[in-house]
């Protein structure tokens, strides 16, 4: 039976009073905390004296006003240096005799909560017997009395400097214990590497921020321990450190294309010398994907602000030049006049056509990652790509590591890797060739696309430029926009494309996408559908019901916030357009103030609506129209 804390109270005070020392614990505010009846008798406190809350300076004005400490010719002064010294809380040890005549030898030493603990020692028995010694043995001379003496005193005082050694180096251990458990919870890789970069300590997070590297490196260098691509990186700025230059800085895990952050801090002690180098390494994959992503939508809204007006002009010039040449083509002209007009014809019209590409660039286009069985898409994918290809091009598509759904911009992936394989078989041409689709997860951080075909390759120009809008090296024939798109695209989702040629002498363009498994399907619930159109309710009303939703309508949000207090209510779905006053916006930050969690809305409004723009990011938006497929796939996304 496990005792109380009442229990082991009266347990430790019993205790403190059968010792033969007094003792006194004062805590950080110098009031006192614990005293033994030894420490009341010792020096004759009263009743008031030895209970909890006495303070410091009370007990030390009452031993002072009764001549504890001799005729004192001011007292105040005397009690003020006493309190000062207290609150310094330095370790101490002393003799002095009382007023009665006898000894005391008192001790103190901080505590690490706060205040300290004094133990006070009766020495008047080991004096007596000095003075006796020193009395009666006449053969022993002063100079070895007096040593006898002093070495006593250095006993007791070194008894008592231990005593505080002991206990600080207690406080130590335990310090120690709490900043290495500390450092193991963090999720960094902490260590320190000495002069020569070799690792003299480590919390064993390497791993998990780099996986494939060890987890004991204790004694290895940051060669052996990172490998040389990435210690290759680093080298020059732990260098920099033992020069005494602090630095940040990130780079890619060669191993699993992870985004690692790196902090150098020279090991320095004030202007002592650098004994090394503490390093801090963190995972922030997830953070530069949406950062690379939010940059390229920042790049898009800019680009349609620099294009926007231009692209309205060109097009009324177009529109011009396509009125006149179309009344040339009717006149009567000289020969080959006609097919100057039909050549500008074509060229104006191809001009129409490079508009529309460009406004899909530089557009808003939102992503819409949905569940998707990426097995099942790169069939899908085949049957779509396989007309396109010649009958001397072979298209080979391999995937492995997926056994569930992961979450991916599916259209805009497909029109990707479609744009991918087309340009492959371009640039293998007429001859007969190869082009292989290699799809795999990367340490389940990335999911990598590889385009590899056997035609010529990248030419040094291309490598440099490709993803540049309007580069081309198909002349006449391309626009330049196909590798950009695929960039934007794939930016957008937080992704990275890589170009290069292949040892055998052909190119090999990479996707890497984010790679984030689809949340489970959620199971049936009550569904609170809120639409004005009767014919589009019905038709949403079917799907849900078909997934095993039960299903609650309303046609306008005055209606939706009545009915939204019906017990059970799992999730509202509510157009953004509604009939009345209120919208489907206002209705679920309305639900959202009473408390109400799952709550999405759905749209045909173009992304450039304005209410749709500030629904954006506030709540889960579902774009019209949509299969039963898409709704399932939205639905787990609604969380609360």
């Given amino acids: 039976m496990p005792i109380s804390d009442d229990a082991i109270t009266q347990l430790t005070r019993t205790g403190l009073n059968l010792i033969q020392q007094a003792l006194s614990i004062f805590d950080s505010d110098l009031n006192l905390a614990v005293c033994n009846r030894r420490y009341q008798e010792m020096f004759d406190f009263p009743p008031d ?25 001011n007292p105040e002064e005397a009690i003020r240096a006493r309190i000062e010294a207290a609150r310094a809380f330095v370790p101490h040890y002393m003799e002095r005799m009382r007023p009665n005549g006898r000894w005391v030898s008192v001790e103190g030493f901080p505590l690490p909560q706060g205040g300290w603990v004094t133990v006070y020692t009766d020495i008047t028995e080991v004096r007596y017997h000095q003075q006796m010694l020193r009395a009666r043995s006449a053969e022993l001379s002063e100079q070895l009395l007096s040593n006898s003496e002093r070495l006593s005193e250095t006993n007791r005082a070194l008894s008592a400097a231990n005593t505080s050694l002991s206990a600080a180096k207690a406080q130590l251990t335990e310090m120690e214990a709490r900043t290495r458990l500390t450092t193991e919870m963090m999720p960094a890789h902490i260590a320190h590497v000495d002069r020569s970069l070799r690792y003299t300590y480590t919390n064993r997070r390497l791993s998990s921020i780099m996986p494939g590297r060890p987890q004991q490196i204790i004694g290895l260098t940051g060669r052996e321990a990172l490998g040389e691509a990435n210690f290759g990186k680093i080298e020059p700025y732990l260098h920099n450190a033992l020069k005494g230059d602090a630095s940040v800085f990130e780079f890619t895990d060669a191993g699993s294309g992870r985004r690692i952050r790196a902090a150098f801090t020279p090991d320095q002690m004030g202007t002592g010398p650098i004994n090394g180098v503490y390093i801090l390494s963190m995972d922030i994959t997830e953070e530069s994907q949406a950062r690379a992503a939010v940059m390229q939508t920042r790049k898009r809204e800019l680009a349609a602000q620099l294009t926007s007006g231009l692209a309205h002009d060109f097009a009324n010039l177009l529109t011009i030049i396509l009125g006149l040449q179309s009344r040339l083509d009717r006149l009567v002209l000289p020969k080959g006049a006609k097919d100057l007009v039909r050549s500008t014809l074509g060229a104006a019209r191809r001009g129409g056509a490079l508009l529309d590409r460009i406004a899909s660039i530089s557009g808003r286009r939102e992503v819409r990652p949905v569940a998707v069985d990426l097995p099942a898409f790169l069939k899908d994918l085949e049957l779509l790509a396989g007309p396109t290809l010649p009958k001397g091009i072979r298209l080979e598509i391999h995937a492995s590591g997926f056994s569930v759904p992961v979450l991916l911009d599916a259209g805009s992936l497909q029109d990707s890797l479609l744009n991918l394989i087309l340009n492959a078989k371009d640039a293998i041409g007429p001859k007969p060739g190869l082009i292989t689709l290699d799809v795999h997860p990367v340490h389940e951080t990335w999911i990598e696309f590889s385009v590899t075909d056997t035609g010529t390759g990248f030419s040094a120009e291309a490598l440099d430029r490709a993803l540049d809008p309007f580069f081309t090296t198909k002349g006449g024939e391309g626009s ?66 078909s997934m095993g939703h039960s299903v609650i309508e309303a046609s306008s949000a005055s209606e939706a916030e009545a009915l939204a207090d019906i017990p059970g209510l799992d999730l509202v779905l509510t157009d953004l357009y509604l009939m009345g006053s209120k919208t489907g916006l206002d209705l679920a930050r309305a639900l959202t103030a009473r408390g109400f969690t799952r709550i999405a809305l759905m749209t045909s409004a173009p992304p450039a609506d304005p209410l749709r723009a500030a629904a954006h990011g506030e709540f889960p938006l579902l774009p019209k129209p949509f299969d039963a497929k898409t709704l399932a796939q939205f639905l787990p996304t609604v969380t609360g």
């Fill in 49 to 73: 004296y030895v209970l909890p809350g006495i303070s410091f300076e009370e007990t030390i004005r009452f031993l002072v006003y009764r001549g504890e400490y001799g005729q004192i010719e």
């Fill in 480 to 545: 330049g926009l196909g590798l950009s798109m695929v960039y934007d695209q794939t930016t957008l989702s937080g992704g990275m494309v890589r170009l290069e040629n292949t040892e055998q002498g052909g190119a090999r363009v990479e996707l890497r996408l984010p790679y984030r498994p689809a949340p489970r399907q959620s199971p049936p619930g009550m569904v609170l559908l809120v639409e004005d159109s009767d014919e589009i309710r019905e038709s949403v009303r079917e799907l849900l019901r």
